[in-house]
């Protein structure tokens, strides 16, 4: 028996709020959460405005002596020489990997598929750490391109496997019974589709050569991040350091906008009716082989060493690594920062979302786009602007508990904000208008409603929030209150000391907390490429 619809969806004859032309009263009414949005915005400008304002108060003269001088032309030239050299090579392990994962009859494609994304479990830091302890030569360019391709290539291969998962093979068949050979299609009708996939993995594995400090720092490698922290330590946020980090915004700024103008116009979503077909999986033949003993290569050189080495560190101490009055203070104050840091960015970034889920317009997404700019700078610019701020303006709170976690929040907004934006999307604000027709507070129907819906999206990013702050080092290096012991600053502190057996359960520990939040990255973004 069928039910007569209206154009609405709704059942022919019914009313409903919606019905009536009615919108839903949102649960703090729409100027709090505008007003708690802006004020969020213009809090998360706080770092690009520091660098702005140190600019202009060095003065032009001075800061152009600053800026162009031989040790700042060293230090881009070691900058674009790695960027140059380490995204294509993480585009090519990253792109390849994920095809022949998700297009190839590549045995064990499944553990392949979860094996790939595991070396994102384990810091650059570590990683560093455990092939300084292999190789203790190591150093300069290629060591940092070694390092920083094995740390940063699944941030290319996740997104794109997540799309080749869902690419309609419809194009594909058509390309080949025109004639195109298999390596034809892959590269004039695949490769075009994982644009998207592909300019925004190679976006963040170039953000994150800017911002990384520790992995560069222990293989004596110079960037700008190691330099600034270099000047911070011998004159404490000394003009030169000023200048490097504007440097180093600019690069970040330049970063954005070419993947902004990579992505181009195209549209890649399948439109039209029918269910879409199953890819053909292509034959490997003889390639089997060696595409099995390259991904074993891969896998073991960007997670089994790394692994290897610190298990071996851990047996060479023996019991005595693993004292609890030294490790258990700085578990647990890494779950403490962690777990606060997560609650309070989700809490943050609800206003926006709800603006760009209920309020879409170009202000809620100007406001969006502020949080994306300052998380993209690196942790070292954010936090000497804290350090500046707080000492100049609001000297009490320097080195103070609330400071760090302002900044974590800075840093990992928008891993909350778009889980929240997807999470709020799922719950129709027709559910809301249906609630409060019946007689239901707007704050009651967004409590037993809209919050119970988008509950599971929101601790997928508090969780993601809370994965990037227990492997957060220089930020928390410059802010965190005297005493302080995270996983992080306690694993730098031995390691610098060439302490490589008691840095070890530091840095063990750190991937056992982030093995279970990368493996919910690499299964949230097979169901964001669903969607």
Known sequence: MSTDLSASGT???STTTAGKGKRPRPPFGVSTVSVLAI?????????????VYMTAATGWDTAVELIFRPRVAELLLNTILLMVITVPACLVLGVGGAWLVERTKLRGHRWWAV???APLAIPAFVNSYSWVSAVPSLAGIWSGVLIATLSYFPLVYIPAAATLGRLDPAIEQSAASLGLGPWAVFFRVVLPQLRIAMSGGALLVALHLLAEYGAFAMIRFDTFTTAIMVQFQSTFNGTAGNM??????FLCLILLLVEVRSRGTARYARIGSGAQAKATRM??????????LALLALTVLAFGVPVWFVLRWIVAGGPDVWAADEFIPALLQTLMYGAVGALVTTIVAFPMAYLAVRRPSWFSKMLELSNYITSSLPGIVVGLAFVTVSI??????YQTTGVLIAAYVLLFLPRALVNLRAGLAQAPKELDEAAQSLGKAPLVSFFRVTLRLSAPAAAGGAALVFLAIV?????TLLLSPNGTKTLATEFWSKSSEIDYTGAAPYALL?????????????????KVAGQ
Request: a positive charge.
């Open 392 to 397: 100049r303006v609001l000297p009490g709170v």
């Open 11 to 13: 059942p022919a004859g």
């Open 471 to 475: 492997n957060e080092l220089t930020a």
């Open 283 to 292: 034959p490997l033949g003889l390639y089997q082989v060696p595409a099995q």
């Open 115 to 117: 094996a790939l994304a």
């Open 510 to 526: 750190m991937i056992l907390l982030s093995a279970p939040m990368t493996y919910l990255l690499f299964q949230q973004s097979k």
């Open 244 to 249: 490097l980090a504007s440097v180093l915004v």
């Open 39 to 51: 004020l969020t915005a213009l809090f998360s400008l706080l770092p690009l405005g520091y660098v």
